[in-house]
């Protein structure tokens, strides 16, 4: 299974703060977003437009190859300091 | 080098103590900085704010930016500390610290820690205004500040 993870405008937008999504060969950030965006009009609002990909707590784009176990997080660009 | 994020209001002088402490060779120059919640935004007077983060993302990149610092400016120690949760106006919210051996690294140490901070650190502001929360959008300027780093390392 992959862990998704979002946080602040994604998390709000999507109605949910985590979730477990089937692995499956040869899925990427990509295609996870496609499947996500799939599952609702509330997920496709929360990943369309900026938004920051990080697998396993690093930054990555969305041609990053996912491996089982991995976790993955959506979040808007950061606005802290 | 360390790195804390909490809801709890933090000491500067126990940061400094811990920084000095904690250098690896003598220093001759500590920089410090303190970010604090600012009682306004474009649209006028703010009731303060509240950050959301990444719990266990947010203190590793705090602490990849720290050890950066470290190496680039071949710094003593580095630290910083970001508070989460609920904030009020005037509340600290961001501490920065850098030992060099001479001023200039220590300066431009805490420079790009800030700097890199406001684009690779998961942290996210909300602010309270009118009675109503609303998130902030991040600032071209800061990106561009962020971006001039990245550069000078090629």
Redesign the interface.
């Known amino acids: 299974m992959i862990t998704v993870?979002t946080?602040?405008?994604v998390r709000e937008l999507s109605g949910c703060g985590q979730l477990q999504v089937p692995f499956e060969a040869g899925l990427d950030v990509a295609s996870l977003i496609l499947r996500l965006q799939q599952q609702s009009p509330a997920w496709h609002d929360a990943l369309e437009g900026t938004v920051l990909c990080?697998v396993n707590?690093t930054?990555c784009d969305s041609s990053a190859l996912l491996n089982e176990n991995d976790e993955v997080?959506f979040?808007?660009?950061?606005?802290?300091? | 080098m360390f790195v804390q994020v909490s809801e709890a209001d933090f000491s500067q002088q126990t940061l400094y103590d811990q920084l000095l402490a904690q250098c690896d060779k003598p220093a001759g120059a500590i920089v410090t900085f303190t970010g604090l919640v600012r009682d306004f935004n474009a649209q006028g007077p703010i009731d303060g704010l509240e950050l959301e983060h990444y719990p266990g993302m947010t203190e590793n990149a705090l602490l990849q930016l720290v050890e950066q610092a470290v190496s680039r400016f071949s710094l003593a120690n580095a630290a910083a500390v970001h508070r989460i949760g609920r904030l009020a106006n005037h509340d600290q919210i961001v501490w920065v610290g850098c030992a060099a051996t001479h001023r200039h690294h220590a300066f431009e140490g805490a420079c790009f820690i800030m700097d890199t901070l406001k684009q690779a650190v998961p942290l996210w502001k909300k602010e309270y205004q009118h009675g109503a929360a609303q998130w902030v959008e991040p600032k071209a300027s800061d990106d561009q500040a962020a971006m001039a780093w990245l550069k000078k390392i090629q």
Do not use: E, I, R, S
Request: charge should be positive.
């Open positions: 993870k946080f602040a405008q990080a707590q930054l997080a979040f808007p660009p950061v606005t802290g300091g």
